[in-house]
């Protein structure tokens, strides 16, 4: 048990270093990417350019979505109160649905305005749009490569990821048009790119998406196989078989369980309890709520309908 604690204390104290670090890349995300906008915007209103203005309100919304994921990394970490006994933390999954909405959106606007360049082709301003949307690489693919190390744990940071890289990807095509038509002058490579682009982003996005809804359903979180984790429940000493087994997301980095455990005879609840949750608890599963009973009580998973 002391080994136990030990490993539970040193997990618990890498969790709050990752957290602190995390935290901090979010507010020099924010800070990075206002400022840029703000530069934006000022270049735009001196070269009278609506194109920079139009991508510094759309940049802002980069900001608006790093913001959020920031508020939902925030909600993931409130404590439970008399009306939400789990706190907000179902918020940080509302969030990740709505970033998720956010992309479609902007995946949308960009095939929009691809199709209507196509249809109604418009000279690029070369200059000062060519150095935006440069520096647009160098601080979307900053904050990109920032956030990229922490996508993985937390589906809010993976949206603000792929927001950024995103984004990136659009500056990127901006320069190569750019390139390519100063070259050869076909200007339809710019709303190519943009189509190209925007297809690119739906991908990405498409499973984003699809996990937000799922989690917001209370379904199985992505990683987690039922199955797998009813078979290591039954591999504790003195547990015969497991129903009632259930498993949902507190949160967009937390999960948790409910479960009956089929005692064997002489097995002690007081014994086989703390067992079960610290092989849950080492798989990821940090809420587990586990009622015992006897082989042969009447509460079966055929006389309860449960699976």
């Not at 301003?125 to 190390?149: P, Q, R, S």
């Not at 009956?260 to 092989?279: D, G, Y």
């Amino acid at each position: 048990m002391e080994h136990a604690h030990e490993h539970h204390h040193h997990h618990h104290h890498a969790a709050a270093v990752e957290s602190a670090s995390l935290r901090r890349i979010y507010w020099i995300s924010i800070a990075l990417n206002l400022a840029f906008v703000g530069v934006e915007a000022g270049v735009g209103l001196w070269k009278g350019s609506l194109g920079l203005l139009s991508d510094a309100g759309h940049n802002l919304s980069d900001v608006f979505s790093l913001v959020l994921a920031l508020i939902a990394f925030r909600l993931a970490a409130t404590r439970g109160n008399k009306h939400f006994t789990y706190g907000y933390r179902k918020g940080s999954i509302l969030i990740s649905l709505l970033n998720a909405v956010i992309l479609l959106v902007a995946v949308g606007a960009i095939l929009l305005e691809s199709i209507h360049k196509l249809r109604h082709p418009v000279p690029i301003d070369g200059g000062a749009i060519a150095w935006t949307a440069a520096a647009g690489i160098v601080v979307n693919g900053l904050t990109a490569f920032l956030l990229m190390k922490h996508r993985k744990g937390d589906i809010n940071t993976r949206g603000a990821f792929l927001h950024m890289a995103a984004d990136t990807l659009v500056s990127v095509g901006v320069v190569v048009s750019g390139i390519v038509i100063s070259l050869t002058g076909w200007s339809f490579i710019d709303p190519v790119i943009g189509i190209i682009v925007a297809i690119i982003i739906l991908v990405g996005t498409w499973d984003l998406l699809s996990e937000s809804l799922r989690m917001s359903l209370d379904a199985v979180p992505e990683g987690v196989d039922p199955d797998a984790v009813r078979s290591l429940m039954e591999q504790a000493e003195g547990v015969g078989s497991v129903h009632h087994l259930h498993i949902w997301p507190i949160s967009t980095t937390e999960t948790a369980l409910t479960a009956h455990l089929v005692l064997e005879q002489e097995a002690r609840p007081e014994k086989v309890i703390p067992a079960v949750k610290q092989k849950l608890c080492d798989a990821g599963i940090s809420h587990a709520t586990l009622e015992t009973e006897l082989a042969g009580h009447p509460c079966t998973e055929k006389s309860c309908g449960y699976l």
